[in-house]
């Protein structure tokens, strides 16, 4: 389980790299522009984002993936 939880951790730190060199091309204020998609900003999809990678990694921490209920509450 260690090994799977470490190929799970690099996989999220090469995709979160790669992301921020995405975001490197905007300017600060690009960042809260409303509607890039479905109504979000840049700002409103990294936090989107980041959540759901919280809760994978206190599952992993758990070792038990437990359901998140309202998955638009959640999301909202």
């Known amino acids: ?3 799977r939880t470490n190929a799970v ?9 790669q992301f921020r060199t ?3 091309r905007l300017r600060s204020e690009d960042m809260s522009v409303v509607s890039v998609h479905d109504g979000m900003s840049v700002n409103d999809i990294i936090g989107h984002v980041t959540s759901w990678e919280w809760e994978l990694v206190n599952s992993l921490d758990r070792r ?11 999301n909202a």
């Open 1 to 3: 389980m260690k090994d």
């Open 9 to 17: 951790l690099t996989a999220i730190d090469d995709k979160w790299r």
């Open 22 to 24: 995405s975001l490197d």
């Open 64 to 74: 038990t993936i437990e359901p998140v209920g309202d998955i638009d509450r959640f």
